[in-house]
Nanobody
Framework: QVQLVESGGGLVQPGGSLRLSCEGF????????LSWYRQTPGKDRELVAY????????SYADAVKGRFTIYRDNVKNAVYLQMNSLKPEDTAVYYC?????????WGQGAQVTVSS
């Protein structure tokens, strides 16, 4: 059974940093595009950052450009989201996703709370 396991969430003050990790089990991340999404109560899940497979091209939501960085380590079968200059509006549950054509796998979610 494929599993994506996230870690690194928590409580941080505004302006602080966190790094989320997502490790894949029984799935080879090197074949998949990888993404981070986030969701707050009552809202749809939104795409935060994306990284492609071969070229490793990245894209970001406008709200996080210049503050968040997505990167992958195919040897460790993991994807990361470095979040800097965090704001209260970044508070959400963050999910990683691995996608290959119509095959999508999701992590269980990691809570990130930005508050003083």
């Amino acid at each position: 059974q494929v599993q994506l396991v996230e870690s690194g969430g928590g409580l941080v003050q505004p302006g602080g940093s966190l790094r989320l990790s997502c490790e894949g089990f029984r799935v080879s991340f090197s074949l998949y595009s990888l993404s981070w999404y986030r969701q707050t109560p009552g809202k749809d899940r939104e795409l935060v950052a994306y990284i492609g497979t071969i070229s490793g091209s990245t894209s970001y939501a406008d709200a996080v450009k210049g503050r968040f960085t997505i990167y992958r380590d195919n040897v460790k079968n993991a994807v990361y989201l470095q979040m800097n200059s965090l704001k209260p509006e970044d508070t959400a549950v963050y999910y990683c996703k691995a996608a290959l054509v119509r095959i999508h796998y999701w992590g269980q979610g990691a809570q990130v709370t930005v508050s003083s």
